[in-house]
């Protein structure tokens, strides 16, 4: 008979519930009895006394049945473990007759399929088919099935979900790859697992993955094999070699962006017509790009006839150009013109973009109004509260401000705070009791399940709290964020995540606390496991050669890149990184788009530019990414700090910059 594969029984391990140590057990003293029970049970379970976890669980089972699913898997576990898979297999049926709704239905048909398969069932293959059609993205259970097929001789069948788990990247791609042979993996077959792994921003691996399939492809694949190798390449940030591998493919516009990016504006200008002659219109941002590049060059006369050609060339862009060509105005000194291309993209579009620059000329040709700034205050956005600190307002102040104006409708939200189970729907007591039980991975799982199903606000607000409340920001942040914000949201939407790490370094780096939570925020939504498309990782999103150099410094002995995910780690090196970056520039700012951009860039582009407000030079950064960047974790830091009472409008000023 086939034997459960080794990595199969992992994952159903880490699939079952957590449970908390006798040390960190919850004091349930003041709980219910029939809580008290469950706890016991699952206790004497994890002591492997199943005798007395199947009289605990038996017994809380008739006693709550709100958390039936959870106290059968249990059960079933106990009856597993003392050898009687009848039981087992009994109380799984049970879940899925009366718990169709359940987050534990995964993992209980997970077990079944295991159960199963250790008598050889003849059911098996039915119960296989069906998790994998319920849920296609499992590879372990669609490993153990390739295994169980191979194991009764059905080797093609077998080869073929081998090779497909082997194709799609996970953690078994490398464990199914050794069930194949090499003749059995064919060019196709690389060149999909390249795109995948292109998919999933492992370029590295695409590339190596890709370049084997070139290397056994006989020509009727090949070029799409270099369009999916050319891509990895440019995401690996070797343009030059994208650029010849593009030109190769004639792919012009991924031609013409690697040229771009690695400078090469001699071999850009001269291929220039036979880009346009394309019609593609993605190049209409490149060719903004190019215009913004000559620009700062200084040849505004050229820099405005780009904008003026790309204009006739692609109508449809019309809103990019014309802003495009109000900031060359406005750098140029020519208030007047900036200013009417301003208030036309305001008229047209809207937005405190256009308004704000628009104030900014009337200031800077000296016909602005004492209270010009006052209407884009009514946005809470980052150039509201750059017209705050103009108009010297409060922080404070903003949110009645917003509420005023017309140009952001706002809801109110009631926020209950439900303190009692009795009080609670259904499913919020399942929570609670899980909370008390101390098993927190299940509460935030039930609270996740919970959300894809509801769009009620209130129900949103409340779901929001208790992931907070549990530790899960990201979640929370996320959440809340699908409703119009409302002042008594403020918190969920800018918590406190992570308060004793942040504290800690903080202290330690004497940096501003609420910038950390900015940084970190904007980065990764306080998500641990976070990782970017560039490879940084975690809460603060560090790349881990920079992460090794900066940890000379700050001496956590950092020897893998999984060590970044940890909280305490990542904070502590990513503000020792923010603290450097605010003493080599002196400005908030410039330290954040540094932190995007790299030292060397910002100072490249302070070197080159002259600014006479530092509004100017956040609106001037070249890269969008960088640009828009910065202005996001300038708007966090404003609203943390607009939590704080009585925050002085000099002190903000002072970390901002002259405006």
């Not at 059905?154 to 078994?172: G, H, L, Q, V």
């Not at 593609?280 to 006839?305: P, V």
């Not at 964020?481 to 918190?491: D, K, T």
Request: hydrophobic share 35%; charged share 30%; proline share 4%.
């Amino acid at each position: 008979m086939f034997k459960l594969p080794i990595i199969i029984a992992l994952i159903l391990i880490s699939a079952l519930p957590s449970f908390v140590s006798a040390a960190n057990a919850p004091d349930l003293q003041e709980t219910d009895s029939p809580i008290r029970l469950i706890a016991e049970g699952k206790t004497s379970l994890d002591k492997s006394d199943n005798e007395t976890a199947i009289e605990k669980l038996t017994s809380a089972y008739e006693k709550v049945p709100l958390l039936g699913d959870y106290i059968l898997l249990w059960r079933a576990r106990a009856y597993e473990a003392k050898g009687d898979a009848d039981k087992a297999l009994a109380d799984i049926k049970i879940i899925k007759d009366r718990y169709k709704d359940s987050p534990v239905m995964k993992n209980a048909r997970a077990k079944e399929i295991e159960l199963l398969q250790k008598r050889n069932d003849p059911s098996l293959l039915k119960m296989f088919e069906g998790f994998i059609r319920d849920y296609p993205s499992e590879p372990g259970v669609k490993y153990a099935y390739a295994a169980y097929l191979k194991e009764n001789n059905e080797t093609d069948k077998a080869k073929k979900i081998f090779k497909e788990i082997y194709i799609s990247p996970s953690s078994m791609s490398k464990t199914a790859l050794n069930e194949l042979s090499p003749s059995d993996i064919t060019v196709e077959d690389l060149m999909k697992r390249g795109e995948n792994l292109n998919k999933s921003w492992l370029f590295a691996e695409a590339e190596k993955s890709l370049r084997e399939a070139l290397n056994r492809c006989d020509g009727q694949l090949r070029n799409e094999i270099m369009e999916k190798l050319a891509y990895s390449i440019f995401r690996q940030k070797r343009y030059k070699e994208a650029a010849e591998l593009y030109k190769t493919l004639n792919n012009k516009y991924w031609r013409a962006r690697s040229l771009f990016r690695i400078g090469d504006i001699d071999t850009f200008e001269s291929e220039l017509p036979e880009f346009v002659k394309t019609g593609d219109k993605r190049f209409a941002s490149l060719l903004i790009a190019y215009g913004t590049k000559t620009r700062r060059d200084g040849n505004i006369e050229k820099a405005l006839e780009v904008f003026n050609n790309t204009l006739s060339k692609y109508p449809s862009e019309k809103e990019d150009i014309l802003w495009a060509k109000g900031w060359t105005y406005y750098l140029s000194g020519e208030y007047k013109n900036a200013s009417e291309l301003f208030s036309q993209l305001y008229d047209a579009h809207g937005g405190s973009k256009y308004l704000y620059w628009k104030n900014r000329c009337a200031e800077k040709s000296g016909s602005a109004h004492p209270s010009a700034h006052k209407k884009t205050v009514a946005y809470r956005d980052y150039y509201g509260f750059l017209s705050m600190l103009k108009e010297d307002s409060g922080l404070q102040a903003l949110s009645a401000m917003a509420e005023a104006g017309a140009k952001e409708k706002t809801q109110k939200v009631k926020i209950d705070v439900l303190q009692s189970p009795r009080s609670l729907s259904p499913s919020l007591e399942r929570v609670d009791i899980l909370i008390k039980l101390g098993l927190k991975r299940e509460a935030v799982s039930e609270l996740i399940y919970m959300s894809k199903k509801n769009t009620n606000p209130g129900n949103i607000v409340n779901l929001s709290s208790y992931l907070k409340n549990l530790g899960n920001h990201k979640m929370a942040v996320n959440l809340v964020s699908r409703i119009p914000y409302a002042e008594n949201l403020h918190e969920l939407l800018y918590p406190p995540a992570f308060s004793e790490e942040v504290e800690e370094a903080s202290g330690k780096n004497n940096i501003d606390p609420l910038l950390v939570l900015s940084v970190m925020r904007e980065e990764s939504r306080f998500d641990t496991e976070a990782r970017s498309i560039a490879g940084a990782l975690g809460l603060m999103q560090l790349m881990p050669a920079t992460a090794q150099r900066l940890d000379r410094h700050v001496k956590l002995n950092i020897k893998h890149t999984a060590q970044l995910h940890d909280a305490r780690t990542n904070i502590l090196i990513g503000s020792y990184y923010l603290k450097q970056l605010l003493k080599t520039f002196n400005s908030a700012p410039a330290a954040i788009a540094a932190y995007n951009a790299g030292e060397d860039a910002v100072k490249e582009w302070l070197r080159k530019n002259t600014y006479s407000t530092i509004d100017e030079f956040i609106e001037d950064i070249p890269y969008d990414e960088t640009r828009n960047y910065v202005k996001r974790v300038l708007t966090t830091y404003f609203e943390y700090m607009r939590a704080i009472k009585d925050t002085d409008i000099s002190t903000v000023k002072k970390h901002i910059g002259a405006l």
